[in-house]
């Protein structure tokens, strides 16, 4: 049964520490969404400030709020921030501490794990529900090491790799998997951070947790776990970070466990600096390109933008530019679709033609 679920997203909706909550907002197959938590936009319905379009949840000025004017309390709280900081602060502590007490199962995705925190296992205990520390990794006795195995996956893998944090890999992603899946593919997605695993994607795994031995054994096994099970014509795997940003790995271990066959690059072409490293000016694309065509040894196919800051006049003239400049597909997926990125990967691998397209 789908569990209904109130996303805590406190002064950060719609911005890029808000990306969890944003994601859920747009999709989520595991949760009912019901609302949202964020002092500065109370009374709004999410759909419209996110993406322009009304949903219906509405955002809420505080927790008590939220549970009033919903007339229930709902199954599950879900924290929905994504910010830099390791640890909770007192007031989100407080804040789930009092979603406990109301009964609300938790859902968290930091790297700080409080089921190891005895405050919030007396409170659980207390209040019989459940947490779930989405990012924690399984003991090491039952993670995989790699075994190039991967190699003999001959189903296109297509990866969505970006510039920088938070531009929309996952997203796109998404919107690929339900853009091929509606003429007749069956899509295997592969998330690689806790926001995917949230929403419900049956196969990832949380790869910035994840112990760097096992990062790429890991990611390779649970594709071969998908494939295994789920039989399907194309893998579409969700980039993490950038290639060339210098505070992670996940992305080089995503691609060394997953091998993949072509790339699309997100990129957000307003950002000047990487998220929270103010002092790194953003990579040029032609430059991430190079850099992911030589250490992954297949092409990139697309740019997608990530429209932050844009107005459709400028999306539509960067769209002309970068397919004149670089020869690349180039389109942005919330704004236009995936039919573009669908015949260049069509144009790559013609015989998922032989899946009877529409």
Known sequence: MEETALIYCEGHFTDLDGKTANGLIRHSKKYKIVGVIDSHFSGMDSGMILDGKKN??????????AVTQLGKVPNCFI??????EAFLSIAERRVILDAMDMGMNIIIGLHEFITEDEEFIQASQKNHVRIEDIRKPKPK?????????????????IGVFGTDCAVGKRTTALLLADAFEARGLKVLFIGSGQTAL?????????????????MTGEFEHVILEGVRREKPDI????????????????????????MPDAIILQHPPKRKFRVDFSEFLMPEVEE????????SKVPVLAITLNHEKMSIDEINETIGNYEQDYAITTTDPLVFGCDKLIDVIINQFPKLLEKKLE
């Not at 949230?198 to 096992?214: H, L, N, P, R």
């Not at 991430?288 to 250490?295: A, G, M, R, V």
């Open 56 to 65: 219906k949840k509405l955002i809420y000025f505080d927790l008590t709020e």
């Open 79 to 84: 924290f929905g921030l994504a910010p830099k």
């Open 141 to 157: 006795k039952y993670l995989n090491l790699y075994t190039g195995d991967i190699r003999q996956v001959k189903i296109p893998k």
């Open 198 to 214: 949230i929403q419900g994607e049956k196969y990832g795994v949380a790869m910035d947790a994840m112990t760097s031995e096992f």
């Open 235 to 258: 893998i579409l795997i969700e980039g993490q970070s950038a290639m060339s940003h210098p505070a992670f790995i996940s992305t080089c271990a995503i691609i060394r466990g997953s």
């Open 288 to 295: 991430e390109i190079k850099l992911l065509e030589s250490y």
